[in-house]
């Protein structure tokens, strides 16, 4: 049980650090990180305080969804957000293009991997998976079309109230899901029970 929570943690920071590269490239983020950026702006907390609040809310939409949050979704919406913050205190701004393309790529590449990290211990999916999971249970549509909407939805929103959409936010979208598959392969880590 110890190695798994030490795992999941690995996991959860290694994630959180991947979120802060991404927004630290100003290239554009994946949709619920571009939601986080525009609430940080509007409301002036930072970055990963407002993930962690946006992490709240999307909680609470489980309840009518009768979905049950596990050690790992609690730990996800705590933690993440926080170590996203300490990455982008650690990680100063840049403005060579280079430099924030490969701020993008390890972010990317990096968030990959840790989703692997972090669901290997099975102790729960993050509060956006659960929502998005709870809600192609309830309603019984395809994951993508609720999985689509969900996205596109806290994109819009996210862009509205200022957060960045960009290159990065395609290269999000086109990458992530290829790359957490090879690395679910690659530690070994069964999803599918």
Do not use: K
Request: hydrophobic fraction near 55%; include cysteine; charge should be positive.
């Amino acid at each position: 049980m110890t190695w798994r929570i030490l795992v999941l943690f690995v996991g959860l920071g290694l994630y959180g650090a991947a979120i802060g590269l991404m927004i630290r490239s100003e290239l554009g983020a994946s949709p619920w990180d571009v939601l986080a950026q525009g609430v940080s702006r509007r409301s002036g907390l930072t970055f990963g305080l407002s993930t962690v609040v946006i992490s709240a809310v999307v909680l609470l939409c489980w309840f009518p969804l009768r979905v049950r949050p596990g050690w790992g979704t609690l730990a996800n919406a705590v933690s993440v957000g926080l170590f996203a913050d300490a990455t982008l205190a650690l990680v100063p701004p840049t403005g060579h293009w280079l430099q924030r393309s490969g701020l993008l790529a390890g972010g990317v590449v990096l968030l990959a991997f840790a989703t692997a990290v972090y669901l290997s211990p099975r102790f729960g999916p993050g509060p956006r998976d659960g929502l998005f999971t709870g809600l192609v249970r309830r309603t019984g549509l395809p994951v993508w079309a609720v999985r689509g909407c969900l996205e596109v939805t806290v994109l819009v929103i996210g862009w509205l109230l200022g957060g960045i959409v960009g290159i990065g936010t395609v290269v999000f979208a086109a990458a992530v899901g290829p790359l957490v598959h090879v690395f679910l392969r690659w530690l070994r880590v069964d999803v599918g029970h």
